[in-house]
């Protein structure tokens, strides 16, 4: 249904030298991809991620997820230990055929990017009516 | 046993909730994987995927920790939870985050293709740079992020003077 596309966004993404490097790091959300019924659904965790700081973006095939995460820690606070810093998650995937790209929709909740990806009409098995001479 | 573990806790009859607790391969395993998460985080390159096997992908949130000279502030990532099924608790000079992450799999007709985002109850308690007033605790979950600020007990924001420097 959805394929990965790029396991490592380092060569495709952030080489492109137009972005400005920041002290951002990239790191790839965690995702969980599944299908019910009609439509495909994925997910990725994006923690300290809201509705103005998430991308969903498709060029021809290809799904790109971004998310810019935005910690509140209050001015003038000295780190003591950290097993986070500021991430900016990105990921791309593959979207199969069978997907009707007009009716993608995404939403964040919780720091989780929900990306509902339904089956378009043409990918729906069809009776064919069997005409008599 | 976990290295996460072996940090110093007021109450000694309470055990990490982990799910893998008792199995030290298990959590060795994890630590590692944990170990090497972050260092590829730090490089800009993604984490082994081969590494992160289900049966150990249970969940453990990163936490953050920075002070001020008044306040001691905490912010730990819990993606895809609700306020409702996380605890915080503050002593003297350790602070605890207990939840469960609840997995939503065992709902019908989902066909699954991925599965990354881990579940599973956690607990972790940290150690507080300084000792601080459990009265003066302020706790907020936004975007999957939880932040705790708490006030550091008047002895400790004493505890450092500056120095007067003469000269002759």
Sequence with gaps: MTKEAELTNRNNL????????????????DVNI????????LEAD?????????????????????????????DGFIPVRGEFAPTEFTRRFEVSHDIDRNRITANVRNGVLRVVLPKGE????KKIAISTN | MSIKDLIIRKNRNETPARRFEDNSLFSFQRDMNNLFDNFFRGFELAPFEGLKGPAVASFNPNINVSETEKEVHISAELPGMDEKDISVEVDKDTLTIKGEKKEEHEEKGKNWH???????????????????????AKAKFKKGILSVTIQKTEDEQKKKKAVEITTE
Aim: aromatic letters at 4%.
């Design chain 2, 114 to 136: 991925r599965v990354e985002q881990s579940y599973g109850s956690f607990h972790r308690t940290i150690l507080l740079p300084a000792k601080v007033d459990i009265n003066k």
């Design chain 1, 14 to 29: 952030t080489s492109t030298g137009q972005e400005p490097r920041t002290s951002r790091i990239t790191c790839l959300p």
């Design chain 1, 122 to 125: 043409h990918a729906k098995p």
């Design chain 1, 46 to 74: 994006m923690p300290g991620v809201n509705e103005s700081s998430v991308e969903v973006m498709l060029d021809n095939d290809i799904l790109t997820v971004k998310g810019t995460q935005i910690i509140d820690v209050p």
């Design chain 1, 34 to 41: 599944f299908t019910k019924s009609d439509e495909t659904i």
